[in-house]
Structures are given as C-alpha cells and as structure tokens.
C-alpha cells in the first residue's frame, strides 16, 4: 500500500537528478501531437472561437448543475457541438514552438501528453467509427471502423452500458514520453492529474449543449487499448467519458423559472 501512496506524493522530485532528463540533455521535445500518415482521412471541425451555435450560460450555473449523467437520450451531437466540446478539452490557445503549445487546459509544464480519441456512434455528419482529434489544426482523422464497436467499447469498459448509448466516447490516451521528457521520473503523477482538467472541462462544457457525461476510470486497460490499436506502452489509455444529450438539471431548472 506505501509503495501505491508513494505514486501520490511528491518525494520521488527530491531523487532525480534534473540535470539529466532528457530535456536538459538537449534532446528534441517530442512533438505536441501524434503523427499521421500524410493520406489520413481528415475531416475539418466547424471553427472553435466562433461558437455560434452553441448558447452561453452562466459558469457558476455550469459548476452548480454540473453531475455525472449515465442515461442519454437516443439523439445526435452536432458537429458545432462536437467541436466545441474537444475545443474545451483540448484545443489550442497558442502555440510556441514546435514542441510546446497552450491549450484551454492546464499541464504540468505545459506538456500535455494526452491524446483525446473518439467513439463516435452518433453525430451528425460523421460516420460510426474511431477517430482522433488534431488539436494543432482543429481537426478530425478518421481511424477505423468497426462493425461491433457498440459491443467492443461496451465490453472494455468492463460491461458499464454507457458507452455503448452514449453519441461520443472521448478515451483518453497518455503518450508518457511528452511528460517524461522534462520531468522524468516524476511525470507519471502529474499526467493524471492533467487527465482530470480535461474531464471536469467536458462536465462543464456539456452543460452548455444540453448534453452529459459520465468520468469513468474503470476500464479493461489491454483490451480498451487493443480497441485503439495502440501499443499499450509508449502510448495507453487512461480515462474514458461517454457524452449523449440528456435534459440536465440546469435545463429544467430553466425551465421551470420560465414556467413552461
Ligand atoms: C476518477 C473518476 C473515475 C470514475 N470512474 C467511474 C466509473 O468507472 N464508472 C462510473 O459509473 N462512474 C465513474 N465515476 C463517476 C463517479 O462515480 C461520480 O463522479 C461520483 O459518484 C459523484 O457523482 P457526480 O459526478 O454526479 O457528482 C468516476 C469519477 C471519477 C472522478
């Protein structure tokens, strides 16, 4: 149990030796986003500072009915609203060179080694299958399909039935290298933290589409990772969060103050 604590303290930075990561050796930070063949199937997302279609409410209102939602309704996301939520989790504020880039997110040392994949069952526009998102650019690249993706995801996720009626699963992969480049041993502690300002993003940026999600950390790590094809070592899953449209607290609560 001391040996798992220890993962949660921050003793190990008294035991490296900074002046030998790989960072301060010199070596290249790894780039910001995984890279793809240059004939990758890509699809362009509706631009996300515009957010036209997406309605603005209040964030105290957001915090105060946000929860976690495991029923949805069997209706499409939009793209718009696809695009704003991985905006919100992941898109770029600014980048500053070819291996450091802000997002709407915080990091530990700006390093970001997280990528956001989607199960993507029903949005409008977008065939069923497994894509990434492309932060630099705000895109879409369609992986693969699979005819029992339903079933497979579902399956993964050690039977939790969300998944499988949700429109979108976001599964977050870490890519630990990106972290470990400057942080070396004590990266491992902080990408998790990391994964947890994604997905309080997603919570709170769902509420703005009538939508909800559900934080799950119980998963069937080889076979979510298998379900990616990913190797499961340079790169794993870390955290997953199924997102459908439901009628949320703030919603009705709207509702009722307009009396209808
Ligand atoms: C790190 C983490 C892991 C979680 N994993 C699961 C999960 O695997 N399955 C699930 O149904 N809920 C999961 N949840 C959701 C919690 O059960 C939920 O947040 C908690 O019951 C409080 O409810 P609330 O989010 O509505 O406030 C997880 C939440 C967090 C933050």
């Known amino acids: 149990m001391q040996q798992y604590r ?3 303290k921050d003793t190990i930075r008294k035991h490296i030796d900074f002046a030998k990561t790989d960072q301060n050796r010199g070596i290249e930070p790894p780039p910001i986003e995984k890279p793809f063949a240059d004939d990758a199937l890509i699809t362009e997302l509706p631009e996300p500072h515009a957010l036209k279609n997406i ?24 793209l718009d609203e696809l695009s ?36 993507v069952l029903n949005i409008d526009g977008l065939e069923t ?13 369609f992986e693969f399909t699979d005819d029992r993706l339903k079933e497979k995801i579902v399956e993964a996720a050690y039977n939790q ?16 290298y990106r972290m470990e480049w400057r942080y070396d041993l004590a990266a491992h502690k902080v990408i998790a933290i990391d994964a947890g300002h994604v997905c309080q993003n997603l919570y709170l940026a769902c509420e703005a589409i009538d939508a909800g999600t559900c934080a799950i950390a119980a998963y069937d790590q080889e076979a979510m990772d298998r379900l990616l094809k990913i190797d499961g ?25 307009n009396g209808s």
């Not at 990091?107 to 199960?119: I, V």
């Not at 299958?129 to 690249?141: A, M, N, S, V």
């Not at 039935?161 to 630990?176: D, E, M, N, Q």
């Open 84 to 119: 704003f939520l991985l905006w919100a989790t992941q898109g770029i504020r600014h980048v500053i060179d070819r291996g450091h880039a802000y997002r709407t997110v915080p990091s530990a040392g700006c390093r970001h080694a997280l990528e956001t994949y989607l199960c």
């Open 6 to 8: 220890y993962f949660l």
């Open 233 to 257: 070592i340079d790169e794993f899953t870390i955290y997953l969060a199924p997102v459908g449209k439901v009628k949320t607290d703030l919603f009705n609560a709207e509702k009722n103050k």
């Open 129 to 141: 299958g497994i894509y990434r998102y492309l932060p630099l650019k705000h895109r879409l690249l």
């Open 55 to 78: 309605p603005g409410i209040r964030l105290s209102d957001a915090i105060k009915y946000r929860k976690s939602h495991r029923a949805y309704q069997n209706k499409p996301l939009t």
């Open 161 to 176: 039935p969300y998944p499988g009626k949700a429109a979108v699963t976001f599964v977050w992969t870490a890519i630990p």
